[in-house]
């Protein structure tokens, strides 16, 4: 540990003169709780383009991410699932970036669960 944090300081004006920097770590225990997540209605995605995401990225089965898709149809946004935040935004960057990749602006969002 001595050596890196050699390695990372800047040589000091004086050979003799050590600085040493305490490099501690932080773990944070608390993951930021469950969000929702939200699909939202666009004209242009295909229905069963965003069932194939709902299916691969949150494992929704097929009847249940044919009716999200639908409700996000119909009524403009539907509640997909909830899951630990940093899992959520994972899933949500993945189906956003499989999304983009085809051309689609299929998007999600996270709300806070209550």
């Not at 691969?56 to 997909?80: C, D, N, S, W």
Request: charged residues 20%.
């Amino acid at each position: 540990m001595r050596l890196m944090t050699k390695l990372l300081q800047p040589s000091p004006a004086d050979p003799a003169t050590e600085i040493e920097q305490d490099l501690g770590w932080v773990v944070a225990d608390d993951t930021g709780g469950d969000v929702h997540v939200i699909i939202h209605n666009d004209d242009v995605t295909p229905m069963d383009f965003v069932t194939v995401v709902l299916r691969t990225i949150f494992g929704i089965g097929p009847i249940k991410a044919e009716g999200i898709m639908l409700t996000a149809h119909y009524r403009g946004q539907a509640y997909v699932c909830t899951l630990p935040r940093e899992a959520a935004k994972d899933a949500v960057g993945r189906a956003h970036g499989i999304a983009r990749q085809a051309g689609y602006p299929l998007t999600f969002s996270i709300e806070e669960s209550r």
